[in-house]
């Protein structure tokens, strides 16, 4: 019988990023790292993910660092080719970069122009382009060389506004003008389930896997009136850290999840279970 623990273990495999800079994507990066495998950390600021996988090297660790556009179907062959040259191999893509805007002190009060009726058509196409295009094309680039070595872990990251539409009462605050989480938001991420599906069935018999990870709210140094609207909808009464997501991060993909595929993890700390 094998220990465990050792199905956690990703010695000898490479993994690859996106959104690798970013609040859960360098928490995605590092955790890889800590299990073992070789990471790639891609992000469309270069400077960021290239001072991420620095610090991971300092640390022992055996990553690289790689500037990369999504939404560019040359960036994104160049990316996973990067990852070839420099670790032979790609086992587990974790599409985490996306569109998402920001509620925190630091975004204050920028969100307000975000009502349904007069959201621009040139936003909502990028954010297409980012949070779905983005998705497909980094899937369809890494998948080739899964197929080539029978093996391969996708993993998508979604979101609770994925499951249900936002709550928009907990972006209100005492007069100031209305916030909105922006269409975009849930129908992208629902979006997300939808190819994450298609993929697992897609690719079944071939040894390729792809499920989703559903974060609810992470604390990322929100206001207090942020923070108590969002801790009273959560049945855990209060929002996730940022290394709270990691634990499902590396389930999904290394061995400790061999039988699962076409699935949504839910760590939301019990948003969606009212």
């Excluded at 790292?33 to 960021?48: E, F, I, Y």
Aim: net charge negative.
């Amino acid at each position: 019988m094998s220990n465990i623990f050792d199905k956690f273990r990703m010695e000898g495999q490479v993994a690859i990023v996106t959104g690798g800079a970013g609040l859960l994507g360098k928490q995605f990066s590092r955790t890889l790292a800590q299990a073992g495998a070789g990471v790639l950390v891609a992000d469309l600021n270069r400077n960021a993910a290239v001072t991420i996988a620095d610090s991971l090297n300092k640390d022992g660790y055996t990553t690289l660092g790689l500037g990369v556009d999504v939404t560019d179907p040359v960036s994104v062959e160049d990316m996973v080719a990067a990852a070839i040259h420099r670790f032979g191999r790609v086992d587990v893509l974790v599409c985490s970069a996306a569109l998402d805007p920001k509620f925190d002190s630091e975004h204050q009060g920028t969100q307000s122009a975000n009502t349904f009726e007069n959201y621009p058509l040139d936003g909502w196409r990028q954010a297409l382009e980012v949070n779905l295009t983005g998705m497909f094309l980094c899937t369809q680039t890494a998948v080739k060389p899964m197929l080539d070595q029978k093996h391969g872990v996708i993993i998508n990251i979604c979101s609770t506004y994925g499951l249900v539409g936002p709550d928009q009462r907990i972006y209100e605050r005492p007069g100031q003008p209305q916030q909105f989480k922006p269409v975009y938001y849930s129908v992208t991420k629902a979006g997300v389930l939808g190819l994450t599906r298609y993929l697992a069935t897609y690719y079944a018999g071939k040894n390729i896997r792809a499920n989703a990870l559903t974060p609810g709210g992470v604390y990322n140094n929100h206001d207090e009136v942020f923070i108590q609207n969002y801790s009273y909808r959560a049945v855990m009464g209060r929002m996730a850290e940022q290394d709270e997501m990691n634990g499902a991060l590396l389930f999904l993909a290394s061995d400790a999840s061999s039988y699962m595929t076409g699935a949504n993890l839910v760590v939301d700390g019990g948003w969606t279970a009212w």
